[in-house]
T-cell receptor, first 116, second 116 residues
Framework: GQQVMQIPQYQHVQEGEDFTTYCNSSTTLSNIQWYKQRPGGHPVFLIQLVKSGEVKKQKRLTFQFGEAKKNSSLHITATQTTDVGTYFCAGLGGFFSSGSARQLTFGSGTQLTVLP | GAVVSQHPSWVICKSGTSVKIECRSLDFQATTMFWYRQFPKQSLMLMATSNEGSKATYEQGVEKDKFLINHASLTLSTLTVTSAHPEDSSFYIC????????????FGPGTRLLVL
């Protein structure tokens, strides 16, 4: 089945440093989504990338989708303490053989700690 | 918009009892809802996909007789953990997808289950 790998598992940075998390899928994806989960909270949708090679920005966050639609990255410039949390990528694959709803496969997440 | 609620947020029960968790889309119709389980410091694992008016599709390794899913309306899906045991203790999160072509999933706040 579809697998989505994410690295690193943990990242500690000083406030102001940059941060990047990478996501790789074993299969070509229809799209990729990114979520942030604060400690004790639930995943919150950040963005969706659909097109090959797509790059989207949200303030200090830059999201990229690879040309082959199998990998993606999230880069945060000049991290702040409010960026603390676990960032998950989630790949949307193809349809089940039965034709039922497509499912998201989540990466293992990258837990970001920002030291003040 | 696109708010998903879950009830209860916390539940502690004795081993052998059944627990029902509700997932509601508050301001939209959700033809498809998803149930995930998340263990501490781990990623979200999809348990089942719930389609309104039809039987849920369970992921491999998830016992459908243990985790009963009912999606009786376009705004409500329920997950019942039957005869719960301590190993069922986890964070259960539902998500819902807005009717239509948008593949974004909106997550509920989750339910923490502790089975004693």
């Amino acid at each position: 089945g579809q697998q989505v790998m994410q690295i690193p598992q943990y990242q500690h940075v000083q406030e102001g440093e940059d941060f990047t998390t990478y996501c790789n899928s074993s299969t070509t994806l229809s799209n990729i989504q990114w979520y942030k989960q604060r400690p004790g909270g639930h995943p919150v949708f950040l963005i969706q990338l659909v097109k090959s090679g797509e790059v989207k920005k949200q303030k200090r966050l830059t999201f990229q989708f690879g040309e082959a639609k199998k990998n993606s990255s999230l880069h945060i410039t000049a991290t702040q303490t409010t960026d603390v949390g676990t960032y998950f990528c989630a790949g949307l694959g193809g349809f089940f053989s039965s034709g039922s709803a497509r499912q998201l496969t989540f990466g293992s997440g990258t837990q970001l700690t920002v030291l003040p | 918009g696109a708010v998903v609620s879950q009830h209860p947020s916390w539940v502690i029960c004795k081993s052998g009892t059944s627990v029902k968790i509700e997932c509601r889309s508050l301001d939209f119709q959700a033809t498809t809802m998803f149930w995930y389980r998340q263990f501490p410091k781990q990623s979200l694992m999809l348990m089942a996909t719930s389609n309104e008016g039809s039987k849920a599709t369970y992921e491999q390794g998830v016992e459908k007789d243990k985790f009963l899913i009912n999606h009786a309306s376009l705004t409500l899906s329920t997950l019942t953990v039957t005869s719960a045991h301590p190993e069922d203790s986890s964070f259960y999160i539902c998500s819902a997808r807005i009717r239509g072509f948008d593949q974004t999933q909106y997550f509920g706040p989750g339910t923490r289950l502790l089975v004693l």
